[in-house]
């Protein structure tokens, strides 16, 4: 009896559901799903750090809502790894916090520019560390035949290598970080109250010091990095979820 039951209760339930699941399932024909700046970056293999700036700093996610919301479009300027081992030992490690969103964020143009554009683009070009402010964080490209280099001020590098091409997102390989020259001027002095305290100085310390020894061989700490990605993933696809309703 509770066979017969169980097995009508099956019955009913796909003649209802059936349908449905039909009509829902036909309609959505897409193939290209969004893009995914983490994704085109793995796959060419050779930006664990910028990756690891990206998702740290949530600019990943900025990124691939802008370019799916925005008609301008954006360009990405990816370090590789080896321009990050490259710099002077500990350079990522004395920025602050918000330094280094900004670090991120300067190799980050709110607008698609073809490897032709830049050549004549018109300088300094704004990046999303200008904010409202045209006169910061600005990247000068100057061109010659057809190669583009792009500039800091303090750091210049050409642009050899398009790992995306089409609107609405570039992104090119940078052999060596983006530095800005902001960095290297002097601070506003707004931003240092002294507590006056025990002198002990030690207030710029949490910048990151968790952050040192991952640097070395991006070859096999692929277990640990999966389990933090499809973390991640969940809990996008949680807040994607959360939004879109
Ligand atoms: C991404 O960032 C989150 C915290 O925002 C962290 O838990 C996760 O491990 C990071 N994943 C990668 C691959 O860096
Ligand atoms: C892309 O944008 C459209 C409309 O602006 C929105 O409906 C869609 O959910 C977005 N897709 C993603 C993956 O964000
Ligand atoms: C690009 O920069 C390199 C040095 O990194 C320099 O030798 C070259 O002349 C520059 N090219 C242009 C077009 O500015
Ligand atoms: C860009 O070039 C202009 C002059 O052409 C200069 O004033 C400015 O400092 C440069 N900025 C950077 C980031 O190199
Ligand atoms: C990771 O280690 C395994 C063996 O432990 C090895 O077969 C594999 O080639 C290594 N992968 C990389 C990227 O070094
Ligand atoms: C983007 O790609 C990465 C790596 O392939 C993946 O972990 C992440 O879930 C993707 N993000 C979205 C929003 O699909």
Redesign the pocket.
């Known amino acids: 009896m509770a066979l017969i039951l169980l097995s009508l209760t099956t019955l009913l339930l796909s003649l209802f559901l059936l349908p449905t699941a039909h009509a829902q399932s036909a309609p959505p024909p897409t193939p290209a799903g969004p893009i995914n700046i983490t994704a085109i970056l793995e796959k060419a293999n050779q930006y664990t750090t910028f990756i690891r700036l990206l998702n740290e700093t949530q600019a990943a996610n900025q990124i691939n809502n802008q370019v799916n919301n925005s008609h301008d479009g954006m360009t990405v300027f990816a370090p590789t790894d080896n321009a990050f081992n490259n710099l002077p030992p500990g350079t990522l490690n004395k920025l602050t916090n918000q330094q280094q969103v900004q670090l991120v964020l300067y190799h980050i143009c709110p607008k698609f520019y073809s490897l032709e554009s830049l050549l004549t683009v018109s ?2 070009v704004r990046t999303q560390a200008s904010g409202q402010d045209n006169q910061v964080f ?3 490209f100057t061109g010659q035949g057809n190669q583009v280099n792009v ?3 303090i750091v210049e590098v050409p642009i050899y290598n398009a790992l995306r091409k089409d609107p609405p997102l570039a992104v090119y390989q940078v052999d060596k970080v983006l530095i800005p ?1 902001e960095f290297s001027e002097p601070k506003p002095p707004a931003a240092s109250p002294p507590p006056n305290g025990d002198g002990s100085g030690s207030a710029a310390k949490d910048g990151g010091a968790a952050k040192a020894p991952s640097t070395s061989s991006p070859g096999n700490g692929s277990g640990k990095m999966n389990v933090g990605f499809g973390l991640v993933s969940g809990i996008l696809l949680l807040c994607m979820g959360l939004l879109s309703s």
């Open positions: 300088n300094p600005g990247l000068n500039s800091t001020g020259k």
